[in-house]
């Protein structure tokens, strides 16, 4: 069993930062590979990007190409995901998950087995 923890969500103006954590603890958290999605109001569930349980990075989300960076510290079992130029459409809930698998396609979230409880962001002027 995995349990997984996000943090760091809040409102930022555009072209603001943020970052998320994503806490893992319970078997082996490190483990797993870390996805992060979100949900916007009326929309489906997006995949944004992955880390692989060696560090291997992929993004899901073309539309955050060059301002999100996901990372991992093994020692802390937390993912980050450090949001640069934020854009209003990047408003959402954002979840980390977890999966055996290698960062699995495609990003609907079927292949995660664990989630956590989600945290807001909101961008906004």
């Known amino acids: 069993q995995l349990q997984l923890v996000e943090s760091g969500g809040g409102l930022v103006q555009p072209g603001g930062s943020l970052r998320l954590s994503c806490a893992a603890s319970g078997f082996t958290p490190d483990y797993y590979a870390i996805g992060w999605f979100r949900q916007a109001p009326g929309k489906e569930r997006e995949g944004v990007s992955c880390i692989t349980n060696s560090g291997g990075t992929f993004n899901y989300a073309h539309s955050v190409k060059g301002r999100f960076t996901i990372s991992r510290d093994t020692a802390k079992n937390t993912v980050y995901l450090q949001m640069n130029s934020l854009k209003p459409e990047d408003t959402a809930v954002y979840y980390c998950?977890?999966?055996?698998?290698?960062?699995?396609?495609?990003?609907?979230?079927?292949?995660?087995?664990?989630w956590g409880q989600g945290t807001q962001v909101t961008v906004s002027s």
């Open positions: 998950a977890g999966t055996p698998l290698s960062c699995p396609l495609p990003p609907n979230g079927l292949e995660y087995d664990y």
